[in-house]
């Protein structure tokens, strides 16, 4: 498995919304995670900033890229654009981070 972590951006106003859809994330959401390959999936909330902090373990870099492309990705990230900071096809504005320590 590849550790994958990231920062991603939710507007201060939008806390509480989020974490709802995350906890009504819907089933075909969930299953297209999995089937592309995502395990152990968990995402931080700064709430003094609104920074997100994203880490998860995939199977293989390309099947994960792949789950961007899916119809039901693509409609997840349309709902949740008015919550977060996202590019123009609506992914969300993410930094990629280096891992720079693990502990097994």
């Not at 991603?8 to 390959?37: C, N, S, T």
């Not at 152990?40 to 390309?62: N, P, Q």
Request: charged share 35%.
């Amino acid at each position: 498995m590849k550790r994958k972590a990231s920062i991603m951006f939710v507007h201060q106003d939008k806390y509480e919304e989020y974490k709802q859809r995350h906890d009504d994330i819907w089933p075909e959401m969930a299953e297209a995670l999995k089937a592309h390959g995502a395990h152990h999936y968990s995402i931080f909330l700064d709430e003094e900033t609104g920074r997100l902090f994203a880490y998860l373990e995939i199977e293989d870099e390309e099947k994960w890229r792949k789950m961007a492309d899916t119809e039901v990705c693509q409609r997840w990230w349309k709902s949740m654009a008015p919550l977060m900071k996202t590019n123009s096809d609506f992914s969300p504005v993410a930094i990629d981070l280096k891992e720079v320590f693990y502990l097994d």
